[in-house]
Protein backbone atom coordinates (compact mmCIF):
# COMPACT_ATOMS: atom_id res chain seq x y z
CA UNK A 1 0.00 0.00 0.00
CA UNK A 2 1.71 3.39 -1.25
CA UNK A 3 1.25 6.43 0.87
CA UNK A 4 1.48 9.77 -0.73
CA UNK A 5 1.95 12.88 1.55
CA UNK A 6 1.38 16.39 -0.10
CA UNK A 7 2.81 19.40 1.52
CA UNK A 8 4.14 23.04 0.03
CA UNK A 9 0.33 24.35 -0.43
CA UNK A 10 -0.67 28.02 0.59
CA UNK A 11 -1.71 31.63 -0.42
CA UNK A 12 -0.50 33.82 -2.73
CA UNK A 13 -0.93 36.53 -4.96
CA UNK A 14 -0.78 36.66 -8.60
CA UNK A 15 2.81 36.24 -10.28
CA UNK A 16 3.97 34.00 -6.88
CA UNK A 17 5.63 31.27 -6.99
CA UNK A 18 5.00 27.76 -5.16
CA UNK A 19 6.66 24.51 -4.70
CA UNK A 20 4.34 21.20 -3.73
CA UNK A 21 6.30 18.33 -2.60
CA UNK A 22 4.88 14.38 -2.40
CA UNK A 23 6.42 12.13 -0.16
CA UNK A 24 5.76 8.45 -1.23
CA UNK A 25 6.06 6.00 1.44
CA UNK A 26 7.72 4.08 -0.83
CA UNK A 27 7.91 3.74 -5.15
CA UNK A 28 7.46 0.07 -5.99
CA UNK A 29 8.98 -2.22 -8.70
CA UNK A 30 6.08 -1.32 -10.80
CA UNK A 31 5.34 2.38 -9.89
CA UNK A 32 5.14 3.57 -13.79
CA UNK A 33 3.66 7.48 -13.34
CA UNK A 34 3.70 10.07 -10.88
CA UNK A 35 1.22 12.85 -11.18
CA UNK A 36 -0.27 16.00 -10.42
CA UNK A 37 -4.03 16.56 -10.45
CA UNK A 38 -6.10 19.40 -9.17
CA UNK A 39 -9.67 20.09 -8.03
CA UNK A 40 -11.14 23.53 -8.02
CA UNK A 41 -14.78 24.12 -6.34
CA UNK A 42 -17.48 22.75 -9.00
CA UNK A 43 -14.49 21.79 -11.59
CA UNK A 44 -13.66 17.83 -12.33
CA UNK A 45 -10.11 16.80 -11.47
CA UNK A 46 -7.65 17.25 -14.22
CA UNK A 47 -4.02 16.16 -14.37
CA UNK A 48 -1.46 19.30 -14.81
CA UNK A 49 1.57 17.06 -15.06
CA UNK A 50 3.05 13.38 -15.05
CA UNK A 51 5.89 11.77 -15.32
CA UNK A 52 6.67 8.17 -16.53
CA UNK A 53 9.51 7.11 -13.95
CA UNK A 54 11.12 4.71 -16.08
CA UNK A 55 11.36 7.35 -19.02
CA UNK A 56 12.10 9.90 -17.35
CA UNK A 57 9.06 11.42 -19.91
CA UNK A 58 7.23 14.46 -18.55
CA UNK A 59 3.46 15.41 -19.41
CA UNK A 60 2.04 18.94 -18.87
CA UNK A 61 -1.45 20.69 -18.99
CA UNK A 62 -1.35 23.46 -21.63
CA UNK A 63 -3.08 25.35 -18.53
CA UNK A 64 0.18 25.16 -17.00
CA UNK A 65 2.67 24.40 -19.36
CA UNK A 66 5.69 26.76 -19.09
CA UNK A 67 5.20 27.75 -15.86
CA UNK A 68 5.70 24.60 -14.06
CA UNK A 69 7.94 21.68 -13.23
CA UNK A 70 7.58 18.80 -12.14
CA UNK A 71 10.34 16.76 -10.87
CA UNK A 72 11.38 13.83 -8.52
CA UNK A 73 14.19 12.46 -6.34
CA UNK A 74 14.11 9.13 -6.43
CA UNK A 75 16.18 8.78 -2.91
CA UNK A 76 13.98 10.66 -1.18
CA UNK A 77 11.17 9.14 -2.79
CA UNK A 78 9.64 12.60 -3.31
CA UNK A 79 7.63 14.25 -6.33
CA UNK A 80 7.99 17.98 -6.89
CA UNK A 81 5.64 20.79 -8.15
CA UNK A 82 7.35 23.97 -8.90
CA UNK A 83 4.49 26.38 -9.72
CA UNK A 84 5.25 30.23 -11.12
CA UNK A 85 4.03 32.92 -12.53
CA UNK A 86 0.93 32.00 -10.26
CA UNK A 87 -2.80 33.03 -11.56
CA UNK A 88 -6.18 32.94 -9.89
CA UNK A 89 -7.17 30.08 -12.07
CA UNK A 90 -4.47 28.23 -10.54
CA UNK A 91 -6.68 27.70 -7.28
CA UNK A 92 -7.79 24.50 -6.53
CA UNK A 93 -7.14 21.51 -4.43
CA UNK A 94 -3.43 19.76 -5.68
CA UNK A 95 -3.44 15.93 -5.33
CA UNK A 96 -0.39 13.69 -6.01
CA UNK A 97 -0.92 9.96 -7.69
CA UNK A 98 0.38 7.25 -8.44
CA UNK A 99 -0.04 4.34 -11.13
CA UNK A 100 1.06 1.22 -12.35
CA UNK A 101 -0.73 1.16 -15.31
CA UNK A 102 1.13 1.93 -18.69
CA UNK A 103 1.49 5.70 -19.15
CA UNK A 104 -0.88 7.63 -21.03
CA UNK A 105 -1.39 11.14 -21.43
CA UNK A 106 -3.05 13.12 -20.18
CA UNK A 107 -3.49 11.15 -17.10
CA UNK A 108 -6.49 9.47 -16.50
CA UNK A 109 -7.82 9.52 -13.14
CA UNK A 110 -8.93 5.35 -13.42
CA UNK A 111 -5.34 4.92 -14.05
CA UNK A 112 -4.35 5.94 -10.78
CA UNK A 113 -4.70 3.81 -7.40
CA UNK A 114 -2.47 5.73 -4.85
CA UNK A 115 -3.70 9.14 -4.19
CA UNK A 116 -2.81 12.12 -1.37
CA UNK A 117 -5.28 13.81 0.83
CA UNK A 118 -4.76 17.10 -1.07
CA UNK A 119 -2.66 20.28 -0.72
CA UNK A 120 -4.70 23.54 -1.39
CA UNK A 121 -3.56 26.42 -3.30
CA UNK A 122 -5.11 29.43 -2.86
CA UNK A 123 -3.63 32.58 -5.81
CA UNK A 124 -5.29 35.75 -5.30
CA UNK A 125 -5.54 38.86 -7.98
Known amino acids: QVQLVESGGGSVQAGGSLRLSCAAS????????MAWFRQAPGKEREGVAG????????YYADSVKGRSTISQDNAKNTLYLRMNNLKPEDTAMYYC??????????????????WGQGTQVTVSS
Open 26 to 33: EYTYNTNV
Open 97 to 114: ASSTTWPRWPPHIVDFAY
Open 51 to 58: IDTRSGKI
